[in-house]
């Protein structure tokens, strides 16, 4: 099929995985998400979802959303992306699975 492609997207995934690992990018963290209403509670605005403080929500069904969101006792949000996985030869990545909670929505390395 079109080889050239399928390097060319490794490539495109590598230097993806390389930036992730150097700035460290699957946690965010956001400070100050004290929620309006309710109290003991992050506010994450992205998703419009009150999470307890010490507490972690795993949310589904968000269309490209893969990732847990902890509120930690200061209302810091810690939002955990997918690890980053090095692509090896012979093997492709699934896709991702928005159904199921954090961390089995993340795409997994399928190899032959
Ligand atoms: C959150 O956890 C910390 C450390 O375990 C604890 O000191 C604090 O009281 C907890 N806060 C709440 C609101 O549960």
């Not at 997918?82 to 190899?111: H, K, M």
Request: glycine residues 4%; hydrophobic residues 35%; aromatic residues 10%.
């Amino acid at each position: 099929m079109c080889r050239g492609l399928l390097t060319l997207m490794s490539w495109a995934w590598i230097s993806l995985i390389l930036s992730g690992s150097v700035l460290g990018f699957s946690t965010q963290y956001r400070g100050n998400t004290q929620h309006p209403t309710i109290p003991e509670h992050c506010y994450y605005a992205e998703l419009e979802l009150a999470v307890r403080r010490n507490d972690t929500s795993f949310p589904v069904d968000v269309p490209h959303f893969c990732a847990q969101v902890h509120c930690r006792d200061d209302y810091v949000l810690m939002i955990k992306h997918c690890d980053r996985i090095q692509l090896a030869n012979g093997c492709v990545f699934t896709s991702n699975d928005y159904s199921l909670p954090y961390p089995d929505c993340c795409a997994r390395l399928e190899c032959d």
